[in-house]
């Protein structure tokens, strides 16, 4: 069980909205894309990381949930 984070690089446009949201798993430079810092981060960051998808303004990010 657990989840990763999938990134439509070709989406992204670098707003920061994703770091705002949960700095410990997305870094966001200042030109740029972004970066996933984990790509299947703890259970405890998944209500930060939910959040980062929602805001996402280009809708790059999503949660993929793993067996
Ligand atoms: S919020 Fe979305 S568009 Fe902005 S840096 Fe994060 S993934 Fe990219």
Redesign the pocket.
């Known amino acids: 069980m657990g989840f990763r984070i999938a990134?439509d690089r070709d989406l992204?446009?670098?707003?920061?909205?994703?770091?705002s949201e949960a700095p410990d798993v997305?870094e966001?430079p200042k030109h740029g894309?972004?970066e996933v810092l984990d790509e299947a981060p703890p259970e405890a960051q998944r209500a930060a990381v939910l959040n980062?998808v929602k805001y996402?303004?280009?809708h790059?990010?999503s949660l993929v949930e793993e067996d």
């Open positions: 990134v992204c446009q670098g707003h920061g909205v994703c770091e997305f966001v894309t972004v980062a996402c303004p280009t790059a990010l």
